[in-house]
């Protein structure tokens, strides 16, 4: 959402206890088949998402940054000194290492769930202090001063043209996301809201919205139990 809203790309890296550094900064892939034959070449080097996102000036997003190895992180220090540049050893056929230095434009981003979660880590302070923390509490479809904002979000993604009929159903929605909040043991985040709008908008052709509002809460909230 902050790309689309800034109008800009983004690349991503999925972390996992198995992330590479490759993963981040490219690996020797198989050549096609018609290069195998014409130019005898079986490998070439593909860039990886932060290279890739340094020479285009784009964003880099690290999703659970966390679950990553000391090692693998470790390469990005060089990335968020102000030079920000980045000395790659891997590829090879070079006969010096390639440095790349980010284009105008460039920013990581990065996101973890809290230390304390199970399986999860802290990071360390070295690398805490190159990036400026944001906390996002959990949503709270309870919370009265939240209420707005949610049925804000709920109508401006509803595929209704009439304002005051998408308004109506946003707070039918959120009323129906208040009363399951409060009886089902299971705790609703962002992601539910945002499939059970995918949901609505993937069918509304097929059928009519309201339709669509209570299959989509059918298959996405109630089945999620």
Not at 80 to 107: D, H
Request: hydrophobic share 40%; glycine share 4%.
């Amino acid at each position: 959402m902050f790309a689309k809203a800034n109008n800009r790309s983004m690349n991503t890296v999925n972390c996992h206890m198995s992330t590479e550094a490759a993963d981040f900064v490219g690996r020797l892939v198989p050549a096609p088949l018609e290069c195998q034959e014409r130019m005898s070449m079986f490998f070439y080097w593909l860039d990886g998402p932060l290279v890739k996102s340094m020479n285009q000036g784009e964003y880099f997003l690290i999703d659970e940054i966390s679950l990553a190895e000391d090692a693998v992180i470790e390469r990005l220090n060089s990335v968020l000194e102000p030079e920000r540049t980045l000395t790659v050893y891997e590829r090879i056929g070079c006969t010096q290492p390639m440095t790349v230095r980010s284009a105008p434009g460039f920013n990581v981003l990065a996101t973890m769930n809290p230390g304390g979660d199970y399986g999860k880590r802290e990071l360390s302070r070295a690398l805490r202090n190159r990036f400026t923390e944001i906390w996002c509490k959990t949503t709270s479809f309870q919370a009265s001063e939240e209420q707005e904002d949610m049925v804000e979000l709920l109508s401006q993604n509803l595929p209704v043209e009439d304002d005051l009929l998408r308004n109506s159903l946003a707070k039918c929605m959120l009323d129906f996301l208040r009363q399951i909040d409060s009886r089902m043991p299971k705790e609703f985040s962002m992601r539910d809201v945002i499939a059970w709008l995918q949901f609505i908008k993937a069918n509304v052709e097929m059928l009519d919205v309201t339709l669509s509002i209570v299959h989509g809460a059918l298959a996405t909230v109630i089945d999620s139990f």
